[in-house]
């Protein structure tokens, strides 16, 4: 047993993709000098062992290795190859894609086998997406690129690590603690962990109709409350398996606009 955990990781260690691998396979081999000084017996790592790729696309821009500007806009297309949740996957491939400015995009293939995810989109867009840009947003929900390939001037290809992947929260609160949050501009996400009861208090001056979603750590729907009455509080046994909750209005976030009292109860 000792001599085959030896063996995995010792060839893990062999096949795992160097800084100098990542930028060569980002800019291609014709700044080959250029890319061994930069980047040869570098550490390129971030605090967690993955390939800090905001550090490696900083350099080959600073150094005009990288450019991501085009002179009009054109048709863009990515990659994306995981392992993972499907419904985890594309909510946070999706927001992380808004964020970087890519709003409409347009999905062109879609392949789902067992647990592997291979998924293509076009984007009509003058900035090639940022590789540095997309590390840090994908690295706020716990989910880390292994490797970008440039395929063309203009087509790239993302492997991702979705290991420990979780839904970004927009919202934290410490338990047995009320906390009143402000006008929510998208739904309240919140990660229950710790938590056994969920008190929710509405404004006495707003019209709340609630709706709170339960789900599991894949997004999985766990339970729903959806009320058509006004409430002004609502205390509610946090179901088992649940580890996110989302916060909002049944009608319009404007029904909430002077924001809700939450407390986590342990």
Known sequence: MKIALFF??????????????????????????????????????DGNGNLDLDKISRILKTNSLLNLTLPSSRTLTLNFKAKGDAVLFFKIINEALSDAGYVYFTPTDLNLMQDSIDYTIQVE?????DPGTFYRLLKSSSVYITNVKALS????????????????TNTNLPLNTPTKLEKPFKDYVLNLKGASTLLVEAN???????????????????????????????????????IYAIISDMYNLDNIRRGLTITLKK
């Open 8 to 45: 995995v990781v010792f060839c893990s260690q062999i096949f795992a993709l160097s800084g100098l691998d990542l930028a060569r396979n980002i800019v291609g081999d014709a700044k080959s000098s250029q890319l061994n000084l930069l980047f040869a017996h570098q550490n390129h790592t």
């Open 125 to 129: 867009s003058q900035y090639i997406l």
């Open 153 to 168: 001037k203009y087509d790239y290809a993302y492997e991702l690590d979705f290991g420990d992947a979780r839904l970004k």
């Open 204 to 242: 006495a001056a707003d019209n709340w109709f609630a709706k709170i979603l339960f789900l599991d750590k894949n997004l999985g729907l766990i339970k729903a409350i959806k009320s058509t009455e006004k409430s002004n509080s609502l205390s509610q046994t946090i179901p088992s398996g649940a």
